[in-house]
């Protein structure tokens, strides 16, 4: 059964850091591409990250360049996004999801909230 | 990149079927036939009900359906059930390599 587990959510201060971590089980991990996308309070989906499966490749939403880096680990099975420079609007359910042109699997989420 | 415009609230009743939109451009939508829907209930995962514009994923009840016509996305929802009270929205592959979502819609039984 395919798994992808989120976690590394919190509270943080606008201008913070924060390391977000998919820990992905029941597939090949290191055959497939991932994504991170978000859903802020109220509102909709929104596509953040992807990268290929080597890793080697990487797309940020315009929202996130410059800020955010998305990386893997296909030994340990992990997916990850380090978030800087954080702002309140940065504020989401933060999910990942394996796909490429449509995201089959997604992981529960977790939560990001941006305040001081 | 804006995000695909769509209803913001679509309702039915039971047994009806209903159709959702999603508006594009020739950069995204008109550009491939890679647009998907994906169902989300409040506190839960999206789930994938359709891809490549009509393909219905293992398990996916065929009442759901989807078709383009140009720059425009929809999914049909036919004999609706209470079950299928949730928030939908379409995604689409773009010209940036990219994905873009749509604004979602509220789907509501009556």
């Known amino acids: 059964e395919v798994q992808l587990v989120e976690s590394g959510g919190g509270l943080v201060q606008p201008g913070g850091s924060l390391r977000l971590s998919c820990a992905a089980s029941?597939?090949?991990?290191?055959?497939?591409?991932m994504n991170w996308v978000r859903q802020a309070p109220g509102k909709g989906l929104e596509w953040v990250s992807y990268?290929?499966?080597?890793?080697?490749?990487?797309l940020y939403a315009d929202s996130v360049k410059g800020r955010f880096t998305i990386s893997r680990d296909n030994a340990k099975t992990s997916l990850y996004l380090q978030m800087n420079s954080l702002r309140v609007e940065d504020t989401a359910v933060y999910y990942c999801?394996?796909?490429?042109?449509?995201?089959?699997?997604w992981g529960q989420g977790t939560l990001v909230t941006v305040s001081s | 990149q804006s995000a695909l415009t769509q209803p913001a609230s679509v309702s039915g009743s039971p047994g009806q079927s209903i159709t959702i939109s999603c508006t594009g451009t020739?950069?995204?939508?008109?550009?491939?036939?890679?647009v998907s829907w994906y169902q989300k209930y409040p506190g839960k995962a999206p789930k994938l009900m359709i891809y490549?514009?009509?393909n219905r994923p293992s398990g996916v009840s065929n009442r759901f359906s989807g078709s383009k016509s140009g720059n425009t996305a929809s999914l049909t929802i036919s004999g609706l059930q209470p079950e299928d009270e949730a928030d939908y929205f379409c995604?689409?592959?773009?010209?940036?390599?990219?994905?873009?979502f749509g604004t979602g819609t509220k789907v509501t039984v009556l």
């Open positions: 490549d514009v009509s």
């Open positions: 990268t290929t499966s080597s890793g080697r490749t990487s």
């Open positions: 999801a394996r796909g490429r042109k449509y995201l089959v699997f």
């Open positions: 029941g597939f090949t991990f290191s055959n497939y591409e």
């Open positions: 995604s689409s592959y773009t010209t940036s390599s990219t994905l873009i």
């Open positions: 020739s950069s995204d939508v008109g550009g491939y036939n890679y």
